[in-house]
């Protein structure tokens, strides 16, 4: 194998554009047709590259409105790719409806089109989501987040907010990047992390007065519904009594 060309047995010798120069130990190699293009995918064995300690951990709380809202105040923005595109997505669509034929080449270049579209939606939603893991990763030790049902909640209501915004792939992205890091990504009990106060303890529905505004009818404490939230999942995650320090994790 080299730079230009790869040799697959039973097919021979194939010229490829190679992204990135390849790590480790070469493992398997699978070809994939994906919108008229061919593309080789290698999974490669690369032992882990522990990151330095810093000392601070975080807890997120992921939403439709913002992506995440970490412990420490920090507000990431939902990009919502799919919406983004969803007016070029319906043009196109027309665009397949209006052509009857099912083999013409008209039709044929019209379907592509559509999953052109979808497919780029998904490229900026990875590269979305390996950016957020990566900047949390480099700057926590820890990482928590609620352990959600996300197959069950993208049935409801809110079903292409929740698909659009791919909490499932983030999760399992951040939790590869942290194996490799030397991180640990802690997945917490989700159930009333919204209406717990996080200073004392109290949990009850009337804490939060709206979507965005949590004040304690026991103690009185005020604060972002969100950020309340975060703070409570961060303090599953960590045993009572560790003092624990939290880091910016918005995106660059």
Not at 60 to 81: K, L, M, Q, Y
């Amino acid at each position: 194998m080299s730079e230009k060309t790869v040799y697959f047995s039973k097919i021979g010798n194939i010229r490829i554009r190679l992204h990135r120069p390849l790590e480790g130990k070469l493992k398997t190699a699978t070809i994939t047709r994906d919108c008229g293009e061919w593309y080789v995918s290698y999974v490669c064995e690369v032992a882990p590259k522990p990151l330095p300690e810093t000392g601070s951990s975080v807890g997120g709380d992921v939403g439709t409105t913002w992506f995440a809202i970490t412990s420490d105040g920090e507000f990431v923005e939902n990009p919502r790719h799919f919406q983004g595109a969803m007016k070029k997505l319906r043009v196109a669509q027309r665009a397949v409806s209006r052509k009857k034929n099912k083999r013409s080449n008209r039709r044929r270049k019209a379907v592509q089109q559509v999953a052109k579209l979808h497919r780029k939606v998904s490229r900026q939603r990875l590269d979305f989501h390996h950016k957020t893991a990566v900047k949390l990763i480099r700057e926590n030790d820890l990482i928590a987040h609620e352990d959600l049902n996300v197959g069950g909640m993208g049935k409801g209501n809110l079903a292409r907010s929740i698909h659009d915004v791919g909490w499932s792939q983030f999760f399992a992205l951040l939790s590869q990047k942290a194996a490799c890091a030397a991180r640990r990504v802690v997945a917490v009990d989700p159930r009333y992390t919204s209406q717990g106060c996080n200073q004392c303890g109290h949990t009850s529905k009337a804490n939060r007065l709206s979507q965005s505004r949590f004040v304690c009818q026991q103690c009185g404490h005020t604060e972002n519904a969100d950020v309340n939230a975060a703070r409570n999942i961060l303090g599953r995650a960590v045993p009572s009594g560790v003092n624990v320090a939290v880091v910016n994790a918005s995106v660059a």
